[in-house]
Structure formats: structure tokens, C-alpha cells
């Protein structure tokens, strides 16, 4: 039996159950397809928010989702929605966040890393503190789950490119949230671990800085990922 079938069935059975939501995921790149399909496909309803909720990319992002997925303006979507995804640039999700309007009571779930890239070729971390952080704090009413951000878009549609169990470290301040998210993960096929309060968001952040440097500077291109120890 293939490790992902494992993986799943494995999920499957320690999944915590949910409830189909309503999810707005704000992004239609890489990341925010790969969310949103596999959202989708635990039998949750995404409304993709866009730039250009009526251009090409959007609506072929949707029509790639299960379950009638619709683009919307961002804006838009997260009010229909009790669950936001950020997959945006790191550097804009601030405006991005404070442009969705109230998001009082809603969870985030936030996946962005806030990445400067320099010339010649090489990554900063842009940030004096992190994006969880910065999210929480442009949505103060909001429960902000950082998650997904240290795992590539393929190891989210696939993780067993990732040889190997791929675990995905959770830093939230809200508990139940927390649970909440951790079921999505254990559904991927992904394991879940807690890292602690939004404070240490920068933990995880910062890993994307490490990995992207590695990747483009010309050494063996390595993923770097959290794993348990026994
Ligand atoms: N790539 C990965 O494997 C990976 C893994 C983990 C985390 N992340 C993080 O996830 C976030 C998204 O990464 P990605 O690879 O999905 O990026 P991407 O492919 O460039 O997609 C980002 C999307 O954000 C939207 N957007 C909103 N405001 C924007 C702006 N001012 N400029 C450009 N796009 C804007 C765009 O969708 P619309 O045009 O529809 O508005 C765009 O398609 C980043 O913060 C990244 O660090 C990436």
C-alpha cells in the first residue's frame, strides 16, 4: 500500500471530525489552490477571494475545486465566509488583512511568510516581528492560526514527495482553533504539531528564509522540515 494511502487512512481515522464550513481563501497562487482543493475536497465550500475574481486565473482555480467553489473579491468572500485563508506575498497581508474588513469572531488561518527578495538572488526576513503577529493584530477580534507555511504547495497536494511523515507546525493562541486546524492537517495526510502561542510565530516563519537561500544558492536544494524525535 502506498505511504500516502497509509497516511490518509491513518488521518482518517485520528482526524477530529468537522463540520463543513464555508472558507474564503484569499489568493489564487500556488499556495491558495493547493489549500483550496484540498479544503474542498474534505467537504468544505471554498469562495476563492481575488484581485480579479472574474480573470482567467481565478475561475480556473474554482472550476479545479470540488464542490461549486466561486471566486469573489476578497473583501467579499471573507464576509461569507467563518473561515479565512491568507495565502498572499508575505509582504502585503497586512493591507491585505485590514482590506477584508471586519473578521471579528472568524478564524484565520494564516500561511504567509514575509519574505524580501534581494539582488543578487537571496531572501530577508522582512519583519521586525512576524505575520502572526501582524495578522492577529490587524484583526484583533479574529482567532489567527499560523499553519501550512513551512511546507511547500506540492507537499500540501502531496505529501508523500516528501519521503517521509511531514509535519505541520500549529502556533495560535486560541485552543479550540488550534483543534480546528489540526483536523484539516490530519486530513492532508499531515501531522500536526503544536508550537505554542502566536508569539513564536517567527519560529516557523523564519524557516522559509533558510530553505529558500539554500534552495537558490547553488548547494543540494533541501527541504527543511520538523519532524518528532522519539
Ligand atoms: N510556494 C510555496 O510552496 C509556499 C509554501 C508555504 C507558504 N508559502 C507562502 O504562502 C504565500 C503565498 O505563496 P504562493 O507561492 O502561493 O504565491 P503566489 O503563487 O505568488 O500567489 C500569491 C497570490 O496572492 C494574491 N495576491 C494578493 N495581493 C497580491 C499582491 N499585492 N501581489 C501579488 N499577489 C497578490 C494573488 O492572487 P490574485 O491574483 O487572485 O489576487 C496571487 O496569486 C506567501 O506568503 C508564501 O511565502 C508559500
Redesign the pocket.
Known amino acids: 500500500m502506498a505511504i500516502r494511502t497509509v497516511y490518509l487512512l491513518v488521518a482518517l481515522v485520528f482526524a477530529t471530525p468537522v463540520f463543513a464550513e464555508t472558507i474564503a481563501v484569499i ?6 489552490s493547493a489549500l483550496g482543493t484540498e479544503l474542498a475536497s474534505q467537504g468544505h465550500t471554498i469562495i476563492y477571494g ?3 475574481p472574474l480573470g482567467l ?2 475561475l480556473d482555480v474554482a472550476k479545479k475545486t470540488q464542490g461549486n467553489a466561486t471566486t469573489s473579491t476578497p473583501r467579499e468572500a471573507a464576509a461569507d465566509a467563518a473561515i479565512v485563508v491568507l ?4 509582504m ?1 497581508v497586512e493591507d ?1 488583512v485590514r482590506g477584508l474588513g471586519d473578521l471579528s469572531g472568524k478564524l484565520i488561518i494564516d ?3 514575509p ?1 524580501i527578495v534581494e539582488e543578487p538572488l537571496a531572501f530577508t526576513f522582512g519583519v521586525e516581528t512576524s505575520n502572526g503577529e501582524i495578522v492577529q493584530a490587524a484583526a484583533p477580534g479574529a482567532r489567527v492560526v499560523k499553519a ?2 513551512t ?3 506540492q507537499s500540501m497536494i502531496d505529501p508523500e514527495i516528501a519521503n517521509g511523515p511531514l509535519y505541520v507546525p500549529i502556533v495560535r493562541n486560541d485552543p479550540q482553533a488550534k483543534e480546528l486546524v489540526a483536523g484539516f492537517v490530519k486530513a492532508m495526510g499531515l501531522i500536526p504539531i503544536n508550537l505554542g502561542p502566536i508569539e513564536v510565530a517567527h519560529w516557523t516563519e523564519y524557516a ?1 528564509v533558510v530553505q529558500l537561500n539554500n534552495q537558490f544558492s547553488g548547494r543540494v536544494n533541501y527541504d527543511l522540515v520538523f519532524r518528532a524525535r522519539d
Do not use: E, Q, Y
Not at 489568493?27 to 491558495?32: I, M, P
Not at 495565502?87 to 508575505?90: E, N, T
Open positions: 489568493g489564487t497562487g500556488n499556495v491558495g481575488s484581485r480579479s486565473k481565478a495565502a498572499v506575498p508575505g502585503v491585505v500561511a504567509t511568510n519574505l501550512f507555511n511546507i511547500t504547495w522559509a
